[in-house]
């Protein structure tokens, strides 16, 4: 915390509070064990900074809502229950520390099926009962493994439009290969190509960088297809590269606009001329510089965009690239603050001289702010300075049968956020 105080004279002003932070590192080691039908235990790698919380998401990767588990910050596993048996879950770990929070590292898992909903694999069709694996996310390798001839699918190369794959096989066990990938972002298709039985690499390219895609490879033998192998990858930033800065030959979006904005997400949406781009890129920062930027790739017939997980009453900077051909087009840019969740001031035990103040504010505040006035002008406004932890005060002192106009307001990055009012009226 930084305290800033005003000196005149042997006079001293109340102290101004915010915070600061060196940022944190970026989480790793995401897996996923214990995998039954309704239920996966989450583990990660422990940060070596301490930390307040951290924030992990879920929900089904093809529809459902999202469901948030808070978990310590010295705890570095979590259960998650009451899931669907044959689900396919994408989960997002984040880390939180005052008001700084880490890039999310992102995995999914695939529940199991029940006995009672399990069926007999067709020859020529995919298994239906998933293998139980651990599954590494956003780290530079991965490596998979599953029941049959085919093993160590590992990610060997990454750029910010490519991955590179090698995997293990006996020698003409397999007629070919096949290989399916998806992005973990969005309703891309899946893309699925194959290879000779006798080749053990492969490279996808024309990826979107920034990206967590689902890896699945598959061996097929006299038209029979092997128990897949499964893997996440996350394609490089482009600032990883000088060779992506900006051009001013590459066309714009168009209609940059956010909307439905609250305390913790809004909405954003673009307009662009169809096939003018390969895909968009979407970088947001917090203009106060805490907390890691948050980048999102979007395909190109791909134009809108839900942007969670914010810190209520932020500024947030928006920036929109278009994609050709790996090269970034101008920004769009668009700056916003999320609404902050400051609510329910009420007035309590009134007195002839006295009455009690209570707020409910989610987010992390650094202070309170509260302004008291007599209706007719008569008496000295009132101002107390609060920390960000306490949500109620005694006002004492007052005079007696008095009407009083009262409004609080927050303080989040130093910035005072929109004020709630209310009125009360002494006893006699």
């Not at 995401?30 to 919380?53: G, H, N």
């Not at 924030?55 to 990767?61: A, F, M």
């Not at 969740?341 to 504010?361: I, K, M, P, Q, Y």
């Amino acid at each position: 915390n930084i305290i800033l105080i005003a000196l005149r004279g042997n006079l001293k002003s109340i102290g101004s509070t915010t915070s600061a932070s060196t940022g944190l590192r970026l989480l790793q080691g995401l897996r996923f064990s214990e995998v039954t039908p309704t239920t996966i235990s989450v583990a990660w790698e422990a940060p070596l900074a301490p930390v307040d919380m951290f924030v992990v998401n879920y929900n089904p990767k093809t529809h459902g809502e999202t469901q948030q588990v808070i978990v310590k910050g010295d705890q570095n596993t979590v259960a998650l229950t009451d899931l669907k048996p044959g689900t396919e879950y994408v989960v997002t770990l984040m880390a939180l520390q005052g008001t700084a929070r880490t890039e999310p590292l992102v995995g999914s898992v695939t529940t199991a099926i029940s006995r009672e909903e399990a069926v007999t694999p067709h020859p020529y069709g995919r298994t239906t009962v998933p293998v139980s694996m651990i599954i590494e996310a956003s780290v530079p390798e991965f490596s998979g493994s599953g029941d049959g001839q085919v093993s160590n699918l590992t990610v060997s190369k990454v750029t910010s439009n490519a991955i590179e794959l090698s995997w293990m096989a006996e020698t003409g066990s397999y007629d070919y290969f096949i290989i399916k990938y998806r992005s973990e972002l969005g309703a891309e298709d899946e893309t699925e190509f194959s290879m000779p039985g006798d080749v053990l690499t492969s490279e996808l390219k024309g990826l979107s960088p920034s990206t967590p895609y689902k890896i699945t490879l598959s061996g097929i033998s006299g038209g029979r297809l092997s128990e897949p192998l499964s893997i996440i990858a996350a394609t490089e930033s482009l600032d990883n590269t000088t060779a992506h800065s900006p051009s001013t030959e590459i066309a714009k979006p168009e209609n940059f606009v956010v909307t439905n904005v609250t305390s913790t997400s809004f909405q954003l949406s673009w307009a662009a001329q169809s096939g003018a781009f390969d895909s968009f890129l979407l970088t947001i920062k917090d203009v106060n510089g805490l907390g890691r930027p948050l980048r999102i790739s979007h395909q190109a017939d791909q134009h809108t965009a839900d942007v969670t997980g914010l810190v209520p009453g932020t500024d947030y900077k928006i920036d929109l690239y278009g994609i050709v051909q790996g090269q970034l087009s101008k920004p769009l840019t668009e700056i916003t603050r999320t609404e902050s969740e400051l609510d329910n001031l009420a007035v309590s035990d009134v007195t002839s001289g006295s009455f009690r103040l209570s707020w409910t504010a989610e987010g992390r505040f650094e202070n309170f702010v509260i302004e008291i006035t007599d209706s007719d002008g008569l008496f000295k406004p009132l101002t107390y300075t609060l920390p960000g932890d306490q949500h109620s005060m005694d006002i004492p002192d007052l005079p007696a049968a008095t009407d009083y106009e009262i409004s609080i307001y927050g303080i989040i990055h130093g910035q005072p956020t929109k004020p709630l009012h209310t009125e009360a009226h002494t006893g006699t």
